[in-house]
C-alpha cells in the first residue's frame, strides 16, 4: 500500500529484512503464520504492515459499512509494557498517512484516558495481557469485531505466566480472525496454544538451521569476576572505544538500583529500569535514553523485554542469566538490524554451573570463563579501553549539580535528602533546613548548643532498671 512504504520511506525504512519478505505476501492475504526469528531482525513490521493494510481507515468510503465502526479491528498482545510501547511507535509510524486510530493500554497508569479512547473509537490496540483482559472484562474494550489478533514474543508471554490470560483473550475473538504468533523459540507450550487456536498456520522461519539465535554481529566476551570487583570492571568497559548507549543487566530489582546509584557517584550518567519504579518514571527513563540524556540503562530482566533503542553498543551482564533463553534476549538487544555490537557476562564462581549449562545449550566457546580483575591486561586489550582510565570520572564542579536522573528518585539521592534535613533526636540538625552544606557547616563547627545537645542525649540514665533524676542541664 503507497501510503504504508511512503510513511516508512520518510523515516529512511526503505528495504524489507528477511522476515518482512517472507511474511508480508503471506499475512497479507489473511493466512495464519507462527514467525520465528531471532529478535531485533525487524519482526514487528513484519506484523504491523498487514495488520494496518487490512484494517479500515476513517476516511475510507466502506468504513460506515463496518459492523461495528469505531470497535478495535485489530489486536496486537505483548507481553510487558516497555514491549507495547515500541511496538504502538512502530504501529503510529507505519499508520501515520493512512490514518488508522491507534491506541496502547498497559497496567501501571490510570483507567480514564484509556477509557476514552476506546469510547471515542479505536481501530488497532496494542496492550499487555492483563489490561486487555482487565477492561475487556470491564465492557469497555469490545474484541468481537476483531479481524486480525498478533501474539508477539509469545515465549516471553509463557514464561511471565499470561499464557492463561492470553487464552482467555483468544477465547473472546472471533474464530474466523487471523492470528500471526512471533516468537523467538519455540517451546512445548507455544507450539499447543498455536495448535489449539490457529487454523493451518503456514510455519515461517527466517534463518537457517544450521544459525544459532544469538545476532551473529555480536562479539561475546564471558569472564569470571569477583562480586567485589565487578564496579571497578564496569566503570572501564564504559570507557571503552566506540561506547555508545549501554544496557546493564542484573538479576534483582535490589541489584539493578544498587548499580545504578553507584554509576551515578562515579560519574556515569545511568538510569535504572525495574518494576519497583512508578511507571511514569520507567517511561521517563526510557525517554532520556532513547533522547541520548543519559547513555547507560540498568535493568532486570522483566523491565527490558521488548526494549528497541538504535545505537545500543555494549549489553552488559552484571549478573549471570537465568538460562539461555534469557541470554539470547538480553544480548539481542545489541547488534540489531545488521549492526555491530558488543555483549560482555560476567560470571560469578556461584554462577560456574548455570554458565556451563547455558553455554553448552548454546554451544559457546567459553566454558571456562576467563579469570578477569580490573586489572587484568585483557580487559584492556579485547575491548580497547586505555590504560591510564580510572573506576571513577573528573567529579562534576560544586557550581555544577550532579545529574540526577538516574537515581530515579530512589536510592541514595534520596537518602542523602534525608541525612541534609529531616528531624533527628539532635534538634540542631533540624535547623540546617536540609541543605547539606549547611549540615556540613554545622559538623566541622559546632555552635554554641552544641554542648548543651550533648549533655541532652544523656539525661536518661537507669540505675537497677529504674530512672534516676535527670541532670541539671534542664
Excluded at 9 to 23: K, Y
Excluded at 236 to 255: E, N, P, S, Y
Excluded at 256 to 262: E, I, K, L, M, S
Excluded at 435 to 448: F, K
Amino acid at each position: 500500500m503507497p501510503e504504508i512504504a511512503d510513511a516508512l520511506d520518510a523515516v529512511g525504512i526503505s528495504s524489507p529484512f528477511p522476515i518482512q519478505e517472507m511474511t508480508l505476501s503471506v499475512a497479507l492475504m489473511g493466512t495464519d503464520l507462527i514467525g520465528q526469528a531471532r529478535t531485533g531482525t525487524g519482526k514487528t513490521l513484519a506484523f504491523s504492515i498487514p495488520v494496518i493494510q487490512r484494517t479500515v481507515a476513517p476516511h475510507d468510503t466502506d468504513y460506515d459499512q463496518l459492523a461495528a465502526p469505531g470497535k478495535p479491528q485489530a489486536l496486537i498482545v505483548c507481553p510487558t509494557r516497555e514491549l507495547a510501547i515500541q511496538v504502538a511507535g512502530d504501529v503510529a509510524t507505519a499508520s501515520k498517512i493512512r490514518g488508522t486510530r491507534n491506541i496502547t493500554i498497559y497496567g501501571g497508569v490510570p483507567y480514564e484516558p484509556q477509557l476514552e479512547a476506546l469510547e471515542a473509537g479505536v481501530d488497532i490496540v496494542v496492550g499487555t495481557p492483563g489490561r486487555i483482559l482487565d477492561l475487556a472484562n470491564r465492557r469497555a474494550l469490545d474484541l468481537s469485531h476483531v479481524k486480525a489478533l498478533v501474539l508477539d514474543e509469545a515465549d516471553e508471554m509463557l514464561d511471565l505466566g499470561f499464557l492463561p490470560d492470553v487464552e482467555s483473550i483468544l477465547a473472546k475473538t472471533p474464530e474466523t480472525r487471523q492470528t500471526m504468533l512471533f516468537s523467538a523459540t519455540m517451546p512445548g507450550a507455544i507450539v499447543g496454544l498455536a495448535r489449539k487456536h490457529m487454523r493451518h498456520p503456514m510455519n515461517i522461519r527466517a534463518e537457517s538451521a544450521e544459525d544459532t539465535q544469538m545476532v551473529p554481529t555480536t562479539a561475546q566476551f564471558v569472564w569470571q569476576a569477583h562480586e567485589l570487583d565487578k564496579a571497578e570492571v564496569l566503570a572501564r568497559v564504559l570507557q571503552a572505544d566506540d561506547v555508545g548507549r549501554v544496557i546493564i543487566f542484573t538479576r534483582t530489582k535490589r541489584t539493578a538500583q544498587r548499580v545504578a546509584d553507584d554509576l551515578a557517584d562515579r560519574g556515569f550518567p545511568a538510569s535504572p529500569l525495574h518494576g519497583d519504579m512508578a511507571q511514569g518514571a520507567r517511561e521517563k527513563a526510557l525517554q532520556r535514553f532513547r533522547d541520548g540524556k543519559i547513555n547507560t540503562l540498568v535493568a532486570t530482566d522483566v523491565a527490558a523485554r521488548g526494549i528497541d533503542v538504535a545505537g545500543i553498543t555494549h549489553v552488559i551482564n552484571y549478573n549471570c542469566p537465568e538460562d539461555h533463553k534469557t541470554y539470547v534476549h538480553r544480548i539481542g538487544r545489541t547488534g540489531r538490524a545488521g549492526a555491530s555490537g558488543i555483549a560482555v557476562t560476567f560470571v560469578d564462581w556461584a554462577d560456574l554451573t548455570r554458565w556451563k549449562l547455558i553455554n553448552a545449550e548454546l554451544g559457546l566457546p567459553f566454558d571456562e570463563p576467563q579469570e578477569t580483575y580490573s586489572t587484568s591486561d585483557h580487559l584492556f586489550h579485547d575491548l580497547g579501553i586505555a590504560r591510564d582510565v580510572k573506576g571513577r570520572l573528573k567529579p562534576p564542579s560544586p557550581k555544577e549539580p550532579r545529574e540526577q536522573g538516574g537515581r530515579g528518585g530512589q536510592g541514595r539521592g534520596g537518602q542523602g535528602g534525608r541525612r541534609s534535613g529531616g528531624s533527628g533526636q539532635n534538634g540542631q540538625r533540624g535547623q540546617g533546613g536540609g541543605d547539606g552544606a549547611s549540615r556540613s557547616q554545622g559538623d566541622n563547627q559546632p555552635g554554641p548548643n552544641a554542648e548543651r545537645n550533648r549533655r541532652r542525649r544523656q539525661r536518661r540514665r537507669t540505675r537497677s532498671g529504674e530512672t534516676v533524676a535527670k541532670t541539671s542541664s534542664d
